[in-house]
């Protein structure tokens, strides 16, 4: 009778077993999945975003559209630096590049850790200075960065930001290009400049809608007024 029953339980722990291994390659994969997504860009921005809402200043990161508009309007010829202003996971550096700017041309300004960490990685072949864009022309000379500026490309958030904030990073802009040279924004809003102070200063250029971005977003090109 207890061979019989041994018989009839052995398949059962066999199945347990079995049952078993499956939960704990499971449990392996998902936590390589996991590991994976908080590891991938927008894991990455999902984290940023949480932390610090008003700094990363979007719902999403900006869609491939979005960032080949804003690259369209640098001028890849010059020869002075691109500056481009709140990278996050570099999808704009990346159209970038792509536009042809040369590496040695860009200066990416960061000021997340994890996002400059990020960039690090991503493009070791270009000078990624984590700071504040309000006291741009600092970081460019503390990190040995400097130059004349043909353009500044910037998604920082203007309209989250406070306003003394605002105006520093635009005085600097001001500060840093020369007349003629453009300065490229992206807002969420529907008309108008994503701020009131880019009117002092900078003449409007252009204005370029992206309805496929999540949210629609508006490239704005101005230039440094003489």
């Not at 061979?3 to 049952?19: D, S, V, W, Y």
């Not at 990073?169 to 001001?174: A, E, M, S, Y």
């Not at 809003?189 to 204005?207: E, H, I, N, Q």
Request: glycine share 12%; net charge positive.
């Amino acid at each position: 009778m207890l061979k019989n029953a041994g018989a009839t339980l052995l398949p059962l722990i066999e199945g347990l077993r079995a049952a078993g291994a499956v939960g704990l390659r499971y449990a392996a994969d998902s936590r390589r999945l996991a590991d994976a997504i908080r590891a991938s860009p927008a894991g990455l921005f999902l984290r940023e975003l949480l932390e610090t809402p008003a700094g990363v200043g979007a719902v999403w990161p900006s869609s491939e559209r979005l960032a080949r508009g804003m690259a369209a309007q640098v001028d890849p010829r010059g020869g002075g630096l691109v500056v481009e202003l709140g990278a996050g996971t570099g999808v704009v550096t990346r159209a970038l590049l792509d536009r042809g700017v040369p590496a040695d041309r860009l200066r990416v300004v960061e000021r997340s850790p994890a996002f400059a960490r990020h960039l690090r990685q991503r493009f070791p072949e270009v000078a990624i200075l984590r700071g504040d864009a309000a006291r741009l022309s600092d970081v460019l000379d503390e990190s040995a960065a400097g130059g004349p500026v043909d353009a500044i490309v910037s998604s920082l958030p203007l309209r989250s930001l406070e306003p003394d904030v605002v105006s520093a990073v635009l005085g600097q802009c001001r500060a840093l290009l020369r007349p003629g040279c453009p300065l490229v924004q992206f807002t969420y809003a529907p008309r108008g400049l994503p701020d009131a102070g880019l009117s002092d200063g900078f003449v409007v250029r252009g204005d370029l809608a992206v309805w496929t971005n999540l949210p629609p977003a508006r490239v704005v090109m101005l230039e440094r007024a003489g």
